[in-house]
């Protein structure tokens, strides 16, 4: 079969091999049989080794949704009676764990701090020790919005100086780019399959401790089908989701797991790296601006501001790629107008060179001479 292939230069889902495609094409299985038992039991124990958990004490446990089920989980699920929740938040994907405490009537602390730079370490020391009652702190690793890597090594060992359980949303660097639950400090990470991991949407994962899932048992109980100790239990109890998992999505990911170590980490990583280095030249080479410094840029994302010309009009470049196989994404801020350009999945250099033309001939189309500077 042959499928065409997209460049998805959008923040997930991203670009998929054909045999990850394919690998969900399989005879129907009822997903309560062994056979399909075993296969997430090694999908569980390959998730803990993505995110150099310590097998014996991290799990991963699954949950049929797209990422912000994660979000939703660890916030409702991990907040013992009485305490708070400290959300340090420098853009929209910390705001959605604001929204997801505003909907629960979660009592928490919006540690709101500016979004195109890193957050003040001594204001979220200064929050903690003034807040004994923190039982929770939570970030996002790399705020996709804008493509700003957030220091989660130091945050997490300032939770942990105050007792407090770390949880960070991974969803948009697990896989990418360097990340060590245990060196970073985090008792919990997350993200979905079709991110980092190049495989479908539609199945998440949050990876952590064990011993604080158990804890969790007595919490408040806020959700049925979103709470991480029902879903872990019965994992344990069975092998099994609690409820009908994707079960092809469930064998793509399966397959895209194979293809990450047989790629291997450090050379995941690299071509990540190269890609991102490829789409800095070109943006570079045109003339164009960012709006994060590259020093605290995750390298997965750049975030590129409009060009300051009335003829510049988003949708119609946007159009011009898509229709030539290159999918571009607006960005996520609210104040100033960007569009991003992601190295996730499974492209390579000279896809980011072949788009760089398509992209110039849809700026010229538009009436703007490049380089624009
Ligand atoms: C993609 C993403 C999510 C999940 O978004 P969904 O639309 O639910 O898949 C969560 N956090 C971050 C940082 C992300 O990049």
């Known amino acids: 079969m042959d499928i065409k292939r997209n460049i998805l230069l959008n923040p997930g889902p991203?670009?998929?091999?054909?045999?990850?495609?394919?690998?969900?094409?399989?005879?129907?299985?009822?997903?309560?049989?062994?056979e399909f038992a075993n296969l997430m039991k090694d999908l569980r124990k390959d998730l803990v080794r993505i995110a150099h958990g310590d097998p014996e004490k991290d799990t991963a446990v699954l949950f049929c949704g797209s990422g912000t089920i994660n979000i939703d989980i660890c916030l409702n699920s991990l907040l013992p009676e009485g305490k708070k929740i400290m959300i340090v938040n420098n853009g929209a994907y910390s705001s959605r764990a604001v929204e997801v405490c505003e909907y629960y009537g979660l009592p928490y602390i919006n540690l709101k701090q500016d979004i195109f730079t890193t957050p003040d370490l001594l204001e979220v020391e200064k929050t903690l020790e003034q807040n004994p009652?923190?039982?929770?702190?939570?970030?996002?690793?790399?705020?996709?919005?804008?493509?700003?890597?957030?220091p989660i090594r130091q945050i997490g060992e300032l939770a942990h100086r105050f007792g407090a359980t770390f949880v960070v949303d991974t969803t948009s660097s697990l896989g990418m780019i360097?990340?060590?639950?245990?060196?970073?400090?985090?008792?919990?990470?997350?993200?979905?399959?079709?991110?980092?991991?190049?495989?479908?949407?539609?199945?998440?994962?949050?990876?952590?401790?064990?011993?604080?899932?158990?804890?969790?048992?007595?919490?408040?109980?806020?959700?049925?089908?979103?709470n991480l100790y029902l879903q872990y239990s019965f994992f344990e109890k069975t092998g099994e989701m609690h409820f009908t998992p994707p079960v092809q999505v469930v064998y793509a990911l399966r397959q895209a797991i194979k293809e990450y170590f047989e790629e291997g980490e450090e050379n995941k990583f690299a071509r990540h790296a190269r890609v991102n280095r490829a789409i800095h030249e070109g943006i570079e080479k045109l003339g164009l601006d960012y709006v994060i410094d590259k020093d605290k840029e995750s390298g997965l994302v750049v975030s590129v501001k409009y060009p300051n010309l009335?003829?510049?009009d988003f949708n119609k470049v946007h159009d011009y790629c898509f229709e030539r196989g290159f999918t571009i994404y607006p960005g996520k801020i609210s104040t100033t107008d960007t569009f991003r350009l992601c190295s996730l999945g499974a492209i390579d250099v000279n896809d980011i060179e072949d788009f760089f033309v398509v992209f110039e001939e849809a700026l010229n189309e538009s009436r703007i001479n490049t380089p624009l500077k």
């Not at 045999?19 to 094409?25: G, I």
């Not at 009652?133 to 705020?143: G, K, M, R, S």
């Not at 970073?184 to 949050?206: E, H, R, T, Y």
């Open 14 to 34: 991203a670009t998929t091999t054909d045999t990850v495609k394919m690998a969900q094409v399989v005879p129907d299985i009822c997903p309560r049989e062994k």
């Open 178 to 226: 360097p990340f060590d639950l245990h060196k970073d400090n985090v008792d919990f990470c997350m993200a979905s399959a079709q991110k980092g991991l190049m495989a479908m949407s539609g199945l998440s994962f949050i990876i952590g401790d064990k011993e604080l899932i158990e804890r969790s048992k007595d919490y408040p109980k806020r959700s049925y089908y979103c």
């Open 133 to 150: 009652d923190v039982a929770l702190v939570y970030t996002t690793h790399h705020e996709t919005g804008t493509g700003l890597l957030n």
């Open 310 to 312: 009335p003829q510049w």
